[in-house]
């Protein structure tokens, strides 16, 4: 079975704190991507990074940094010196990806809430 | 940019009402998803297309069919609207390339139905 897991439910932190969301994940396929997407309040899905299963490097972009270790299946992503705007619902999920070229669905977890105090 | 437009921001329909979402892309992607978000339950797939009128069941199928005619269009429909199917539906599109990594998702703004 396919599962993406974000056992944190609701974060808040102080602006300028940093802050680290947990994704863990489960699969039996050998090649699959994982993604973070943002929901701001006004509810569109924003896409944060995609990240193919063979690749494990960690990515940084800007105040925002992602952490891939296949050993734990987990993708977790920091957010440094956190501000206001970073206030939303985070998704991690995943997508078995088929190179047959066929669905891409995509498998969500349940969602983190982060709350940024100013 | 690839664009995914949801029709509708906010719907609200009777109990018993059918109910169309609509969703149009401009970017000639192979595959168009619907999926339901509801609080605490994440983003859950209730139906999908990887061609024109080919469909397939996602996760949570009942009391939905869909419709692709068109490339760029998949329509969801609900036959008879429950207030159980009050909640935020989102569409999306995608495509990928085998062998070469390429590889686009994009989702539409969604539409929060309430079913009275």
């Known amino acids: 079975a396919q599962k993406v897991t974000q056992a944190q439910t609701e974060i808040s932190v102080v602006e300028k704190e940093d802050v680290t969301l947990d994704c863990v994940y489960e699969?039996?396929?050998?090649?699959?991507?994982l993604f973070w997407y943002k929901q701001p309040p006004s509810g569109e899905l924003v896409f944060l990074i995609r990240?193919?299963?063979?690749?494990?490097q960690n990515e940084i972009s800007g105040r925002y940094s992602w952490n891939f270790q296949k050993s734990t299946s987990s993708f977790n992503f920091t957010i440094t010196a956190s501000q206001v705007v970073d206030s939303a619902v985070y998704f991690c999920?995943?997508?078995?990806?088929?190179?047959?070229?066929?669905?891409?669905?995509?498998?969500f977890g349940t969602g983190t809430l982060l709350a940024v105090q100013p | 940019d690839v664009k995914v437009t949801q029709s509708s921001r906010y719907l609200v329909k009777r109990t018993g009402e059918k109910v169309f979402l609509e969703c149009v892309q401009d970017?000639?992607?192979?595959?168009m998803f619907w999926y339901r978000q509801d609080p605490g339950l994440g983003l859950r797939l209730i139906y999908f297309?990887?061609?024109?009128?080919?469909?397939e069941k996602g996760d949570i199928p009942e009391g939905y069919s869909v419709s692709r005619e068109k490339k760029e269009r998949f329509s969801l429909i609900l036959e008879s609207a429950s207030t159980n199917q009050t909640s935020m539906y989102l569409c999306?599109?995608?495509?990928?390339?085998?062998?070469?990594?390429?590889?686009?998702?994009?989702f539409g703004s969604g539409t929060r139905l309430t079913v009275v």
């Open positions: 999306a599109s995608s495509f990928s390339l085998a062998g070469t990594g390429k590889y686009g998702y994009t």
């Open positions: 699969t039996r396929d050998t090649t699959y991507y």
């Open positions: 990240r193919n299963s063979f690749d494990e």
């Open positions: 999920a995943l997508s078995p990806l088929d190179y047959g070229g066929a669905t891409n669905k995509l498998i």
């Open positions: 970017m000639d992607h192979e595959n």
């Open positions: 297309s990887y061609d024109v009128k080919m469909k």
